[in-house]
């Protein structure tokens, strides 16, 4: 991953390198490259300062993968993790090569799959990359077990005559999480 460095806006945020950094990494969407540039004891000082700070609130294990941003962030890096052109190809190598559907290509073009992508971030300004991720391997993953078979061309899982199976996707898998939840916190409740 590579991280550019405003440092206009890191002086303006008053934020110290190290803290606007993971803040960056995390609103990128990357939060598993944390390691890569953190060593394990630096990042829960780092999270709790920034959350100190009002940049991020932590819920549930306080950890890089249960962070809320908050509006500060947001302020700071406005739309960053929606800059589609910066992570496109890796969103259409989750799709396999050489597989067809309907005598199509299911992997589709990069140039309509942006444009679509764009559209859809623009309309629902709480998805993220990982969302689009998440729901696009579920999709792609379940589409695999059932040999391929009626499987949407990448343009049309994004959005298709206004019906966006992404969108979908992204619902149900907070349903899912939200289900697993309570059928974990169902299962731990003594009578």
Do not use: H
Request: proline share 2%.
């Amino acid at each position: 991953m590579e991280i550019t460095i405003d440092l206009k806006k890191q002086y303006s945020s008053g934020l110290p390198t190290y803290e606007y950094i993971m803040l960056r990494i995390l609103y990128s969407g990357e939060w598993k490259k944390a390691s890569d540039y953190f060593q394990e004891e630096q990042i829960q000082p780092l999270l709790e300062n920034l959350e100190s700070l009002g940049y991020i609130k932590l819920y549930g294990g306080k950890t890089v993968e249960n962070v809320e941003f908050r509006q500060p962030t947001i302020k700071l890096f406005g739309d960053i993790d929606k800059d589609v052109d910066s992570w496109i190809d890796d969103w259409l190598d989750l799709w396999p090569k050489g597989i067809r559907s309907g005598g199509y290509y299911v992997r589709g073009d990069k140039i309509g799959c942006t444009k679509k992508l764009k559209k859809i971030l623009k309309q629902n300004k709480k998805i993220t990359k990982d969302d689009i991720f998440k729901a696009t391997k579920a999709y792609i993953d379940r589409k695999r077990l059932e040999n391929w078979s009626y499987m949407q061309c990448a343009q049309y899982f994004i959005e298709k005559n206004g019906t966006s199976n992404l969108m979908s996707e992204i619902d149900n898998i907070g349903f899912n999480v939200e289900r697993n939840k309570a059928i974990s916190d169902f299962g731990t409740k003594e009578i």
